[in-house]
């Protein structure tokens, strides 16, 4: 089956292949906001999903994520046919950003730079099992925008972690997996998306530059 692509922007800064999570497709409203936000900021964003996604989509069943394996050879495969924009990124929501990390650790040819939102550093209430054993192994720029209430690894673990120097984290306030705050905080899920398509367009145009 080839793949269904929805492709938003031209593409000044660059083009983004930006995969979604575990529970929600390619046009959820996270995806949808950040895929218009970052065109308008000059990304050339272009959504898929992973096959277990695409079944759904077409009968309806939920049904948990394919095994990592699969995952990263569908990854790769979108990358192979999108090839040959310049420059490229990789990155997605929370799962489809914990994979192209770890396709960046394989040091993909063409691929410019890692971007992801809401990495799932450990599963919630596992703070003990972190997935960043991989990071070193990435050589490419990379930008994790995390929320500083995320249950996959918020304020806590980032101030406890040492990372490479090339991977930035900007932290939304008060955030959670979805870098949404609290009513109460002061702070607003619209000003902390913008905060965040800011910072993943200003990551982009360095690295264009």
């Known amino acids: 089956m080839k793949d269904e692509f929805l492709i938003t922007g031209e593409g000044s800064l660059g083009t983004l292949l930006l995969a979604h999570g575990a529970g929600a497709g390619m046009d959820s409203p996270f995806m949808d906001a950040f895929a218009h936000g970052l065109a308008a900021r000059g990304l050339k964003v272009v959504r898929f999903e992973f096959p277990y996604m695409a079944k759904r989509r077409e009968d309806g069943k939920k049904r948990p994520p394919d095994r990592a394996p699969k995952l990263l ?16 990124f990789i990155g997605g929501k929370s799962m489809g950003g914990r994979m192209a990390s770890l396709i960046a650790a394989e040091k993909p040819a063409g691929v410019a730079g890692l971007i992801c939102l809401g990495y799932p550093f450990h599963a919630p209430g596992k703070p003990e099992k972190v997935r960043t054993e991989h990071f070193p192994d990435i050589a490419m720029p990379a930008l994790i925008v995390q929320g500083e209430r995320d249950p996959f690894g918020g304020a806590a673990l980032l101030d406890s972690l040492s990372l490479p120097g090339n991977i930035r984290v900007a932290r939304m306030p008060d955030g959670d997996h979805d870098l949404k705050p ?21 990551f982009a145009g360095g690295v264009s530059a």
Not at 80 to 85: A, H, M, R, S, T
Not at 183 to 201: L, Y
């Open 73 to 88: 050879e569908h990854f790769q495969s979108v990358i192979d046919q999108v090839g040959g924009e310049d420059p490229l």
């Open 182 to 202: 609290r009513k109460k905080s002061g702070f607003t899920t619209e000003e902390n998306w913008q905060k965040a398509m800011d910072a993943v367009a200003g």
